[in-house]
């Protein structure tokens, strides 16, 4: 069993940055794909980045050159830096960690972009 834990969420002005972390614990050797995804009010869960194992990277186009998604395997930790946030970048963020065949999640934490 996976257990995702997420941090750094919060409130920033657009134009601001936050880096967003999970840790990964649990009965595993190797995660094959982690990822982030976000859901805002009243739409559908939407993927943002997904990075695998070798490091190939996958971006969503409205995130692409702002967001970059990294992973450090040795500590079974990955990172979604997040440059250039606008107003619709607002959402619930959830972490993400794909172990075949399960799919794990984290509890999902704000992001919140407003002046």
């Known amino acids: 069993q996976v257990r995702l834990v997420e941090s750094g969420g919060g409130l920033v002005q657009p134009g601001g940055s936050l880096r967003l972390s999970c840790a990964a614990s649990?009965?595993?050797?190797?995660?094959?794909?982690m990822g982030w995804y976000r859901q805002a009010p009243g739409k559908q869960r939407e993927l943002v980045a997904t990075i695998s194992s070798s490091g190939t990277t996958n971006y969503a186009e409205s995130v692409e050159g702002r967001f970059t998604i990294s992973r450090d395997n040795a500590k079974n930790t990955a990172y979604l830096q997040m440059n250039s946030l606008k107003p619709e970048d607002t959402a619930v963020f959830y972490c993400?960690?794909?172990?075949?065949?399960?799919?794990?999640w984290g509890q999902g934490t704000q992001v919140t972009v407003s002046s």
């Open positions: 993400n960690a794909q172990h075949s065949p399960y799919n794990y």
């Open positions: 649990g009965s595993f050797f190797r995660i094959a794909v």
